[in-house]
């Protein structure tokens, strides 16, 4: 025992000037991160997060529901491409809300997402691979981040639409199921225009229930 305490107290004293500097740096590495999530939370910045949100209108009603919500990493797959979608959706404005990913990159992008999506609506397809039942939808998908308006959080959102509804896009205002919904319908309106004039920038896929 009094060897292991003399090896060791012989380690310390030869070592600690890197002992010192690696806990220093990692104090500081630890109050860095801290800090950088306080600052985050306080803005409400949440890009690394990705949100997929159902939006449809509904008697008049605009509504907005989740169908799930992940960090970038687990849907991409990949830290580099994660980090791409945070730096281009940080380019996004209030005019323009789809992320600016070139058109060679789309579909890889959005197919990453798109796949997310399919996993969740799985059953549908094999019930309807096996002659059952099932009701079908065609939706389209992009990927936004919104910066008009009153948006509570700033996170990734991939926009899923039922293609009807964005194709025929109404022009009457509707109700909202809360104030900030608003930024939302804006939202509709420009991806109602984009997918018309840039259709590169979407993706469709079928899901059945």
């Known amino acids: ?20 500097w690696i806990v220093a740096a990692a104090g500081v590495a630890s109050y860095l991160a ?8 306080r803005r409400r910045d949440f890009l690394d997060r990705l949100n997929v949100t159902l939006s449809s209108i509904d008697d008049g009603t605009l509504r907005i529901r989740t169908i799930l ?14 980090k791409s979608v945070v730096a281009l959706a940080r380019r996004t404005t209030a005019d323009d809300p789809i992320l600016p990913i070139p058109k060679e990159d789309c579909w890889q992008y959005l197919n990453a997402v798109l796949n997310e999506i399919s996993e969740r609506f ?15 939808g065609q939706y389209v998908l992009c990927l936004t981040c919104e910066r008009a308006g009153p948006v509570r959080t700033q996170k990734v ?25 608003v930024t939302r319908w804006k939202t ?19 899901i059945c229930l």
Request: with cysteine; aromatic share 8%; charged share 30%.
């Open 1 to 20: 025992m009094h060897e292991i305490l003399d090896s060791l107290r012989g380690y310390l004293l030869e070592n600690w000037p890197e002992l010192l």
């Open 34 to 41: 801290g800090r950088r999530a306080r600052s985050r939370w």
């Open 69 to 82: 919500e992940m960090d970038c990493e687990q849907i991409f797959l990949n830290a580099t491409a994660a």
């Open 122 to 136: 799985a059953d549908g397809h094999i019930k309807r691979d096996l002659g059952l039942p099932v009701q079908r």
């Open 157 to 181: 959102r991939g926009m899923l639409i039922r293609k009807s509804l964005l194709t025929a896009f109404p022009r009457e205002e509707p109700r909202y199921e809360s104030s900030w919904h």
């Open 188 to 206: 509709l309106q420009q991806l109602a225009e984009q997918y018309a004039k840039n259709p590169h920038r979407f993706l469709e896929l079928e």
